[in-house]
């Protein structure tokens, strides 16, 4: 059997994967759906069992690194479910009957903050604004959608990055029939003139008062920022991440390997790469939330406000 720390790994690098492919709201309701039904290969009595087994995976993804916040938070909440109700439990349905019940609850709650979100957001785009879009994310894509089908006229730059990111935006913005743009991340001085607004998506906002957002979006911020460019985000206020934030390891992966060169003259070196960037809140001149509008200094204060509404579960969980 693995170690925990094994676990920890291959368990990470599993849902920094399927992140990539479905981003986090999905991911998020996928894997409650899942651990749910997933209850029911245990005994119908077996209950010693399953509180053993839900522990260790509980752990596991806990301290997995970069922490998916938004499924650590909900799977913390199906934890104290089972264990405040353990005296009234006599079988596995039992508990799968109170679990199914939450978990329809939240895919309610996340569907309709997601659904206000994109009306809100939806609200900064205006006729003819040409779009810079950084963040491949399902968010924006939903966003660009809606406004289309509004007929509200616009254009997107979009930024090159990895060749699956950038094919999987091109055929989005080809199928809804969107103009586009199609230029290199690193030669936006080139181009900036032409850009109203930037659209950025996040993964979550740390105890440093940061944004994590994917990889390359802080420089583009920042170039943004210097041009005067308005850069709006695009936030979903259930998903802070209500720990202190360990400088450099929280959300970042280090992706190590050797590089060999066809050249007889280089000698294989490591190449590291980076799954998140950090870019502080202040960079951002609009933050659009299923609230509304925020100001940064209004999530800095929503943020350090749920901090202390959750002491003590933060303190039970992560300390």
Not at 26 to 55: A, P, V, W
Not at 89 to 118: F, V
Not at 242 to 249: D, G
Request: aromatic share 12%; proline share 1%; glycine share 0%.
């Amino acid at each position: 059997m693995k170690n925990k720390k094994d676990l920890e790994k291959q368990l990470s690098k599993i849902l920094i994967d399927i992140e990539w492919d479905i981003w986090a709201t999905n991911l998020t309701l996928l894997c409650l759906e899942n651990l749910i039904n997933s209850i029911t290969i245990f005994k119908h009595n077996d209950l010693g069992h399953f509180y053993d087994e839900f522990e260790i995976l509980f752990n596991t993804i806990k301290d997995t690194k970069p922490k998916v916040w938004i499924i650590i938070h909900y799977i913390s909440k199906i934890y104290d479910i089972i264990h405040e109700n353990k005296w009234k439990y006599k079988n596995i349905d039992e508990i799968y009957k109170d679990l199914k019940e939450y978990s329809n609850k939240i895919k309610n709650e996340i569907i309709d903050d997601t659904n206000s979100l994109i009306e809100n957001s939806e609200k900064v785009i205006k006729n003819n604004d040409t779009l810079f879009v950084h963040s491949h994310s399902s968010i924006v894509k939903q966003v660009l959608e809606k406004t289309k089908k509004d007929w509200i006229k616009f254009k997107v730059i979009l930024a090159q990055q990895s060749e699956d990111k950038t094919n999987n935006m091109i055929q989005f913005l080809q199928l809804n029939k969107i103009d586009f743009l199609v230029i290199p991340e690193f030669m936006l001085s080139n181009i900036e003139t032409q850009i109203d607004k930037m659209l950025v998506w996040w993964v979550t906002f740390n105890s440093e008062h940061q944004f994590i957002v994917s990889a390359g979006t802080n420089a583009a911020v920042s170039e943004m920022h210097y041009a005067k460019k308005p850069v709006y985000m695009f936030l979903s206020t259930k998903k802070f991440s209500l720990w202190k934030t360990e400088a450099n390891k929280d959300h970042t992966v280090y992706k190590t390997r050797e590089i060999t060169s066809n050249s007889s003259k280089i000698s294989p070196y490591q190449r590291v790469k980076f799954s998140h960037d950090r870019v502080d809140g202040k960079l951002f001149d609009k933050i659009i939330t299923e609230e509304w509008e925020k100001s940064y200094e209004d999530i800095v204060n929503m943020f350090e406000k749920r901090i202390k509404e959750n002491e003590k579960w933060i303190n039970k969980h992560f300390k």
